[in-house]
T-cell receptor, first 112, second 115 residues
Framework: GNSVTQMEGPVTLSEEAFLTINCTYT??????LFWYVQYPGEGLQLLLK?????DKGSNKGFEATYRKETTSFHLEKGSVQVSDSAVYFC???????????FGTGTRLTVIP | EPEVTQTPSHQVTQMGQEVILRCVPI?????FYWYRQILGQKVEFLVS????????KSEIFDDQFSVERPDGSNFTLKIRSTKLEDSAMYFC?????????????FGQGTRLTVV
């Protein structure tokens, strides 16, 4: 089947720390991979995406590389800020399909 | 910036009651979706809607659920007879196309609590 497994949270980091949130997937086809972020009181927003193997998505200092050999799409940021505190969702979408398969979400809290 | 809006933000309903969750998608979008997240679990796809009909639905979306676009702006999810296990956060989303590279824009969610 199709599914996404995310590192369980919550994750608490100090400002300027390095962030990694692990995400692995299983898919029946060749998926596109996404990271969505939900800030408090807001909807899910697309953070970054990658549509084929070895692509790197990046936005707002966050990066994730589509690794087909390890079926992974780990989210990284070199130096987190308090404003990065949010819930992060990894997701996949199969070619030709409209719906997304999400992980459980990982809550990140960054403390000053 | 255009956004998807959902109302109410929180709804409490008694088991067995009907509930309607409302969404206003982005105005020029053509594809509409509902997802839900039971507390502590994954965000799950419920249904997609295009050209005034359901284009895809999951096994969760049984006869208790229905969707409607009653006018040019609203997109609703109705649960006919709510069960305790329907308690979840419900997210509406819309996109201008249904293709792989198109971003889906999500609302802030409606938290449904069935008591």
């Amino acid at each position: 089947g199709n599914s996404v497994t995310q590192m369980e949270g919550p994750v608490t980091l100090s400002e300027e720390a390095f962030l990694t949130i692990n995400c692995t997937y299983t898919a029946t086809g060749y998926p596109s991979l996404f990271w969505y972020v939900q800030y408090p009181g807001e909807g899910l927003q697309l953070l970054l995406k990658a549509t084929k193997a070895d692509d790197k998505g990046s936005n707002k200092g966050f990066e994730a590389t589509y690794r087909k050999e390890t079926t992974s799409f780990h989210l990284e940021k070199g130096s987190v800020q308090v404003s990065d505190s949010a819930v992060y969702f990894c997701a996949l979408k199969l070619t030709g399909a409209n719906n997304l398969f999400f992980g459980t979400g990982t809550r990140l809290t960054v403390i000053p | 910036e255009p956004e998807v809006t959902q109302t109410p933000s929180h709804q409490v309903t008694q088991m067995g009651q009907e509930v309607i969750l409302r969404c206003v998608p982005i105005s020029n979008h053509l594809y509409f979706y509902w997802y839900r997240q039971i507390l502590g679990q994954k965000v799950e796809f419920l249904v997609s809607f295009y050209n005034n009909e359901i284009s895809e639905k999951s096994e969760i979306f049984d006869d208790q659920f229905s969707v409607e676009r009653p006018d040019g702006s609203n997109f609703t999810l109705k649960i006919r007879s709510t069960k305790l296990e329907d308690s979840a956060m419900y997210f509406c989303a819309s996109s201008d196309q249904g293709t792989m590279n198109t971003e889906a824009f999500f609302g802030q969610g409606t938290r449904l609590t069935v008591v």
